[in-house]
T-cell receptor, first 113, second 113 residues
């Protein structure tokens, strides 16, 4: 069945880079997403990547996709205390408004000043 | 409204009681999802509505859980004879047809005593 795995915790110092890793099992996944959840709030989309891409960069965020190994990573450059949150990886076979997204358990990022 | 609205934001109930959780989606979003977020368990898919199609109920954990979506808009998640293990945050999300991004509400926190 479909499964998405993430490490549960990551702690970094302010100004360092953070790398959050994710593995998924469904090779037919077409869309891969990173969501951010701040305390007491719902999830917000950070970025996404299509499976025919290897990398996507968006300001301080870099997403790397290794489709062969089914491995997705999110790198946050110059991590700030405001980046402290839970980060969820998610996969979907479909874009648009079709089908379901399968989420990992989330990685709690703690940024120390 | 501008975003996904959920009510109540907090609900405390006694074991064995029924509860209803409401989701007001973003206007025009045809796809609506319910997820459950328990401590340390990430997001668990419950049910998905897409337009007039039959809903995907494959994630509902037991027959005590049901959901409906009236007129393709507001959705209600009902939990009958609540149990303590039902305690969680119930998140509603709607989906756009472009990137496939999910827009989440802030959730309804359910506590079953």
């Amino acid at each position: 069945g479909e499964d998405v795995e993430q490490s549960l915790f990551l702690s970094v110092r302010e100004g360092d880079s953070s790398v959050i890793n994710c593995t998924y099992t469904d090779s037919s996944s077409t869309y891969l997403y990173w969501y951010k959840q701040e305390p007491g709030a719902g999830l917000q989309l950070l970025t996404y990547i299509f499976s025919n891409m290897d990398m996507k960069q968006d300001q301080r965020l870099t997403v790397l996709l290794n489709k062969k190994d089914k491995h997705l990573s999110l790198r946050i450059a110059d991590t700030q205390t405001g980046d402290s949150a839970i980060y969820f990886c998610a996969e979907s076979m479909y874009g648009g408004s079709q089908g379901n997204l399968i989420f990992g358990k989330g990685t709690k990022l703690s940024v120390k000043p | 409204g501008a975003g996904v609205s959920q009510s109540p934001s907090n609900k405390v109930t006694e074991k064995g009681k029924d509860v209803e959780l409401r989701c007001d989606p973003i206007s025009g979003h045809t796809a609506l999802y319910w997820y459950r977020q328990s401590l340390g368990q990430g997001l668990e898919f419950l049910i998905y509505f897409q337009g007039n199609s039959a809903p995907d109920k494959s994630g509902l954990p037991s027959d005590r859980f049901s959901a409906e979506r009236t007129g393709g808009s507001v959705s209600t998640l009902t939990i009958q004879r609540t149990q303590q293990e039902d305690s969680a945050v119930y998140l509603c999300a709607t989906r756009t047809g472009n990137t496939g991004e999910l827009f989440f509400g802030e959730g309804s926190r359910l506590t079953v005593l």
